[in-house]
């Protein structure tokens, strides 16, 4: 495995692992790295206020932007807080929202995915965690202004991809993007947790593989802040250019050919 300066290969488990890895960067510090003027807004306006999902307006440089992020927390009670970076319903509702103010506004949106999954508990279900999530699809993929997401750790799931339909997606190296956990895969196929690094490898879910495939824009190969501000800066500006109806078709063309 990779140790902590990336001197060694990883395979895809390894990477599994080191994105799951205590000390990460999560959302905060990338919000705290890139954005100035943050003002974190809260609630769904519906049911309450999910901490899993922080999210609201500041300064990329210049440019006003809206910013959503998925928090893990770092340290147990900061885990705790924000459930393990995994959210209920009010969670994705309260993404959408910030989004639809975004639009209202002409911001573009950042969105910071760090998530093994969103929460599978029962009030989440009672909450409508499926429909909230299908209701982020449906909205981001109409949504006039440009969406950038950045896998900046786990991307687990639907609970990802709520907040990955995007105009361009990019990914850190030593991320992670699947509809399942390598150990769900493993368990579902074969009945065996132990079979983790065999089902990682068929599900190519490394930024270089997803790349290579299409389906992801960028890989990111370190966390220097200003250049990725400055590239995140750069690719806004190139975004905001677009007709609001061309970007609409590009990004339904984006998905309509992910994979092929």
């Not at 954005?35 to 922080?54: K, N």
């Not at 449906?138 to 907040?163: D, K, N, Q, W």
Request: charged content about 30%.
């Amino acid at each position: 495995m990779q140790d902590i300066n990336g001197e060694t290969d990883m395979n895809d488990y390894d990477i599994v692992l080191r994105a799951r890895m205590e000390g990460r960067l999560t959302a905060k510090d990338y919000i705290d790295g890139l954005i100035t003027d943050f003002m974190e807004l809260h609630g769904d306006r519906l049911y309450g206020d999910d901490r899993a999902v922080i999210g609201g307006i500041g300064f990329l440089e210049d440019m006003p932007v809206t910013v959503i992020g998925i928090e893990k927390g770092k340290d147990t009670a900061g885990r705790i807080e924000h459930n393990f970076g995994s959210a209920n319903p009010e969670g994705y509702r309260k993404a959408l929202r910030l989004m639809k103010q975004a639009e209202k506004f002409k911001r573009p949106v950042l969105c910071l995915v760090d998530t093994a999954g969103a929460f599978c508990g029962i009030e989440a279900e009672e909450h409508g965690q499926g429909r909230a999530i299908a209701d982020n699809l449906y909205e981001m993929s109409a949504l006039r202004t440009p969406v950038l997401s950045i896998l900046i750790g786990e991307g687990g799931s639907g609970g990802a991809l709520a907040l990955s339909h995007a105009d361009r997606i990019w990914m850190m190296k030593d991320a992670y993007f699947s509809v399942v956990s390598p150990e769900s895969c493993a368990n579902i196929l074969w009945k065996d947790t132990g079979k983790a690094p065999m089902a990682a490898e068929a599900l190519m879910l490394t930024a270089e593989k997803l790349h290579a495939a299409g389906l992801i824009d960028r890989v990111i190969e370190d966390n220097d802040m200003k250049k990725l501000s400055d590239d995140i800066y750069r690719q806004f500006k190139g975004l905001t250019t677009i007709d609001p109806d061309v970007l609409i078709e590009d990004r339904y063309q984006k998905f309509r050919k992910a994979g092929y």
